[in-house]
């Protein structure tokens, strides 16, 4: 298990009822601005909608996180790692890299601003290689 509630948190990932147990009621979890989600998703009801999504949905949630780097305490705490999850309904297995950062207090979570390479996601879903792209692509 994680060192830190980021280290925490992105290892249950794919585990939504874990996931949530961590939530402090009004958590409040923000995307990158270019992607479709509200800014911040607040309050435990839709941040565990949204993971339901993610992982029901979209990937299935025998996913695999490989943590690069993990730093913090139990309030501010961060990590950077790989995600790899397979894609319902597409081939192959999506890698991207990712950081979290979280805030927690006695409730439990209450911030999460996630991050990710969004034009790897995107290629991605729209079928193009992501791996080793340079500035010539």
């Given at each position: 298990?994680?060192?830190?509630?980021?280290?925490?948190?992105?290892?249950?990932?794919?585990?939504?009822?874990?996931?949530?147990?961590?939530?402090?009621?009004?958590?409040?979890?923000?995307?990158?601005?270019?992607?479709?989600?509200?800014?911040?998703?607040?309050?435990?009801?839709?941040?565990?909608?949204?993971?339901?999504?993610?992982?029901?949905?979209?990937?299935?949630?025998?996913?695999?996180?490989?943590?690069?780097?993990?730093?913090g305490?139990e309030?501010?705490?961060?990590?950077?790692?790989?995600?790899?999850?397979?894609?319902?309904g597409?081939?192959?297995?999506?890698?991207?890299?990712?950081?979290?950062?979280?805030?927690?207090?006695?409730?439990?979570?209450?911030?999460?601003?996630?991050?990710?390479?969004?034009?790897?996601?995107?290629?991605?879903?729209?079928?193009?290689?992501?791996?080793?792209?340079?500035?010539?692509?």
């Amino acid at each position: 298990m994680g060192r830190t509630p980021a280290g925490a948190l992105v290892q249950a990932f794919g585990d939504v009822e874990k996931m949530s147990a961590a939530y402090a009621p009004g958590i409040r979890w923000s995307m990158p601005a270019s992607t479709p989600f509200p800014r911040p998703m607040e309050g435990k009801d839709a941040v565990i909608a949204f993971n339901s999504k993610v992982w029901g949905e979209v990937h299935r949630p025998d996913c695999e996180v490989e943590i690069l780097d993990e730093v913090g305490d139990e309030r501010v705490s961060a990590a950077r790692f790989i995600y790899r999850a397979h894609v319902i309904g597409k081939e192959g297995i999506y890698e991207n890299e990712y950081t979290i950062f979280v805030r927690s207090g006695p409730e439990g979570l209450t911030e999460v601003f996630e991050a990710f390479d969004t034009v790897a996601a995107l290629d991605f879903y729209r079928g193009k290689p992501t791996a080793m792209r340079g500035f010539d692509d």
